[in-house]
């Protein structure tokens, strides 16, 4: 298993911006392909960002134009900007790793999950 921790959630009002973090151990974000995936509470998890090794990012149609996930190769981390943020932004975040094929905004393509970080937007 790899441990992947996430940060930087919390609350905000609405057109606010967050900036989510994801650090690990014993995993380089650099030699594959990583994700960022939310859940509200009664919904299933669904794909937010995705990034590859050579850098080129797919977003769900929910954060184009407001969210930017993005890699820093010397820190290992794997963050996710958040901008105009809506109350249907809320829920908890996760950032994925080890993928294994497939679409790459797909929970199913994917070993390795942090515990996830809350986001709540207040209107």
């Known amino acids: 298993q790899v441990p992947l921790v996430e940060s930087g959630g919390g609350s905000v009002q609405a057109g606010g911006s967050l900036t989510l973090s994801c650090a690990t151990s014993?995993?380089?974000?650099?030699?594959?392909?990583a994700g960022w995936f939310r859940q509200a509470p009664g919904k299933e998890r669904e794909g937010v960002a995705r990034?590859?090794?050579?850098?080129?990012?797919r977003y769900a149609d929910s954060g184009k134009g407001r969210f930017t996930i993005s890699r820093d190769n010397a820190k290992n981390t794997l963050s996710l900007q958040m901008n105009n943020l809506k109350p249907e932004d809320t829920a908890m975040y996760y950032c994925?790793?080890?993928?294994?094929?497939?679409?790459?905004?797909?929970?199913?393509?994917?070993?390795?999950w942090g515990q996830g970080t809350q986001v709540t937007v207040s209107s």
């Open positions: 014993g995993y380089d974000f650099s030699t594959s392909l």
């Open positions: 990034i590859t090794s050579s850098g080129d990012t």
């Open positions: 994925a790793a080890g993928f294994r094929g497939g679409d790459a905004l797909d929970p199913s393509s994917y070993r390795y």
